[in-house]
């Protein structure tokens, strides 16, 4: 049997913190390796720990989750970890910038255990965990405030397709939904999906929306 998924949890909330935790551990490939209530002890622990993934709260004291994921995953972090957002989205007005500082996924805290299980161990495996409808209404959101990026890898190095691609991913659609739109497969998609993270060195398909919306591909 391969090794657990280690997670660390944080959050300032005693009583969500407990029930992720008690959530994750009763899950045979998932263990939590610790807990902790602000941004500094996450950053602390993970560092010290080295856990697989951390789940993420925003809003929390002495250092909030945006702050804590730039310094975990961000830009330069030689050995980045990778973390998982949870908000609440009426609320909280800062996932993107938290995904801009490097999260490789949010989660809605109403979401259901089985979501919450879902977004761990897809983010563990290295993927990003973008909703499709909650992209659509989270980046969409915030689209008027974000102004587009000039140090960032030039788009026109991306062919026709890639272009329309990347729209499509920032537009929120999965793979299946962009094959169907192209009449192509799904590992056709995959494989152009590949291409446009390499040739615009972008980490992953969160990074993919953000560099879209900065750059003003999509409206």
């Known amino acids: 049997m391969s090794a657990p998924i280690r997670v660390l949890v944080c959050d300032d909330q005693a009583l969500i913190r407990t029930g992720f935790a008690t959530i994750i551990d009763a899950q045979p490939d998932l263990e939590v390796v610790g807990e902790c209530g602000d941004g500094r ?21 002495v250092l909030d989750g945006i702050e804590a994921t730039r310094l975990l995953a961000g830009a330069g972090v030689e050995s980045p970890i990778k973390v998982l957002v949870v908000t609440t989205f009426n609320l909280d007005e800062y996932v993107y910038e938290a995904l801009r500082a490097g999260a490789s996924g949010f989660l809605l805290k109403d979401a259901p255990p089985a979501q919450l299980l879902h977004g761990i161990r897809t983010v563990a495996t290295g993927a990003a965990l973008l909703a499709p409808e909650v992209t659509r209404q989270l980046v969409g959101r915030y689209a008027a405030r974000i102004r587009p990026a000039r140090t960032a890898p030039d788009e026109t190095a991306l062919t026709p397709r890639e272009l329309e691609v ?34 615009l060195d972008l980490r992953d398909r969160v990074q993919a929306v953000v560099y879209a919306y900065r750059r003003g591909l999509v409206t």
């Not at 192509?184 to 446009?196: F, G, P």
């Open 41 to 61: 002890a996450a950053v602390d622990l993970a560092r010290r720990l080295s856990p697989d993934i951390v789940v993420m709260d925003v809003r929390m004291p």
């Open 166 to 199: 990347l729209r499509l991913i920032a537009d929120g659609r999965s793979n299946s939904e962009i094959a169907a739109t192209l009449v192509i497969s799904q590992e056709t998609v995959k494989t152009y999906v590949s291409r446009i993270l390499t040739k």
